[in-house]
């Protein structure tokens, strides 16, 4: 499929798709190269990935920590695999815990569940790997020990994190140790995460949920009145689940099941075919109104319906049924905004990267604290920066993702894959930001599967934003007449500051060539890089 790809681009760019056999695609440059430098030493795909997933906990704080979730997809060669390592609740939570309030926390312990990054990279380099943690390591060791400078987007989103959690126990004296976050090019260094991450690393993730660290997050949680325990930690486990998944342009995508949001993005690929998208000009008008509408009802189902894949009303795949989504393409009309009621996330903090070895391996893989530095705790001496994924937890009792103890909250990071007709790997990709996740997968797949646009160009090109009612942000690089054409549909359409272009996700993508080399691209919005060699 990819030799059909359209390598010039219509759209204003500072990068160019990079080529090579093998690849590594991320939102900082010095996680790329430690990916890199992994496969350059002899390792495979998913050793580049764990290298570069520890390596953003260094370098791109402002997204993800030791502390994270995380999410993977795999292509061994022959086949898919799928990893949910997300946290689950402590055993202590239950309703009345945060019923007398309006949602759930955000900040501080009670937002905090058990992190399941840390167990994502050691189920991938036990089961796919060919490096060990202790080598795997040691790019991040050396950007956390010897300082790496702070790079352009990531200083903004310090400075802005730290106004916000500078008074979560723990966060200052992390991540503000001079009483300020560090300034743009400031070299950052962070001596007590790179202990954490070679006694990981030592002893295969055992001091995180059973050791040492365990202990101390504990200890903090402790003696913050926190619930979350020693024992909600030693519980924890990684799974390896089936994928979801529908035909799409001739290929298929591959998003992980719920508790994650990757099915709206199938639901929305579902729907658009019922309306022959293909036939439209992307960025068209008619292109632009269907994709939107279509996400709009996606997101309906989202809302609704998705929690714990073991509290689901009733299995996933029913929504992804050609029956259910014909009837709900028909609630479409071509020529008018549609007033659909559904609510999208609405924050961000989270990394992405796509990794693939010329040995044929590829991986999509992501991690997150969820809103920026998350919960805002640090647990202290460890430079373990805690999510707060308890706020995505429902407080509505007849909700499937109605908080509860040892219970996976709905989450919004998601990595996607997708496969050619011989069903052969086509492509691993995702865009992470909270609100753009499934939206920008959805915008992805239809301009690469279907209009053959090269994965740099489909990233650079205008994006666009559900995010409620029928209000629907956009880039302001969109054609003013095709914006003002959406308007007098009904569209409310808004333009988002371009100096808040990050807004609009971070993606990463690599495409797989017939003839055996791969094609890498990267957030021009971002500070990322592409790596090839």
Request: with cysteine; hydrophobic share 45%; proline share 6%.
């Amino acid at each position: 499929m990819s030799g059909e790809l359209d390598y010039l681009s219509a759209y204003a760019s500072w990068r160019a798709p990079m080529m090579g056999h093998n690849a590594v695609a991320t939102s900082q440059p010095l996680a790329a190269q430690a990916g890199i430098r992994m496969l350059q030493q002899g390792g495979n795909a998913v050793d580049a990935a764990v290298a570069t997933a520890m390596a953003l906990t260094v370098v791109e704080p402002t997204g993800n920590g030791i502390g994270s979730d995380a999410f993977a997809i795999v292509w061994d060669g022959k086949k898919l695999h799928a990893l949910n390592a997300s946290g689950r609740a402590p055993a202590a939570w239950q309703h009345q815990t945060f019923a007398h309030l309006d949602a759930m926390p955000e900040l501080g312990w009670d937002a905090v569940t058990v992190p399941g990054a840390v167990s994502a990279w050691v189920a991938l380099a036990e089961k796919f790997g060919t490096l060990p943690l202790t080598t795997l390591v040691q790019p991040a060791v050396e950007y956390a020990r010897n300082g790496f400078p702070v790079s352009p987007l990531i200083g903004q989103l310090w400075q802005r994190g730290y106004q916000k959690l500078k008074d979560q126990p723990g966060f200052s004296a992390c991540f503000a140790p001079q009483g300020r976050p560090p300034a743009i090019g400031e070299l950052f260094r962070n001596p007590d995460q790179a202990a954490t991450l070679e006694k990981i690393a030592a002893t295969n993730g055992e001091a995180f949920y059973r050791g040492e660290l365990a202990e101390k997050i504990a200890a903090f949680a402790r003696e913050h009145n926190a619930a979350l325990t020693l024992e909600d930690l030693k519980n924890h486990r990684a799974d390896w689940v089936d994928m979801l998944s529908r035909p799409f342009a001739g290929g298929s995508v591959h998003e992980l099941p719920p508790n994650g949001q990757g099915i709206a993005t199938l639901i929305a690929l579902g729907i658009l075919e019922q309306w022959d998208i293909g036939r439209y000009t992307p960025d068209s008008v008619p292109w632009l109104h269907l994709s939107i509408e279509a996400m709009k009802l996606a997101l309906v189902d989202l809302q609704r319906y998705v929690a714990d894949e073991d509290h689901l009303e009733f299995p996933a795949a029913h929504l992804l049924s050609d029956e259910y989504l014909k009837s709900r393409a028909a609630l479409i009309n071509p020529d008018r905004a549609g007033d659909f009621t559904f609510g999208a996330p609405t924050q961000s903090g989270t990394v992405y990267l796509a990794t693939a070895d010329a040995s044929g391996m590829m991986v999509s893989f992501i991690q997150s604290n969820y809103m920026g530095f998350g919960s805002g705790v640090v647990i202290p001496g460890t430079g373990i920066s805690m999510q707060n994924r308890g706020a995505g937890f429902a407080l509505d009792q007849g909700h499937p993702n109605v908080v509860a103890g040892g219970k996976r909250a709905f989450h919004t990071i998601i990595p996607a894959f997708a496969l050619d007709a011989a069903g052969q790997p086509l492509m691993s990709f995702g865009v992470m930001g909270g609100p753009m996740q499934a939206q920008g997968h959805l915008q992805l797949a239809l301009r690469i599967m279907l209009h053959k646009q090269n994965p740099q160009a489909a990233i650079d090109a205008p994006r666009w934003r559900v995010v409620a009612g029928r209000e629907v942000i956009v880039e302001p690089s969109l054609d003013r007449n095709t914006i003002a054409a959406l308007r007098a549909m009904g569209h409310n359409i808004v333009l988002e500051d371009p100096l808040q272009s990050y807004n609009f996700g971070g993606a990463q993508a690599i495409v797989r060539d017939p003839q055996g080399f791969y094609i890498a691209a990267t957030e021009s919005r971002k500070d990322g890089q592409a790596l090839v060699y």
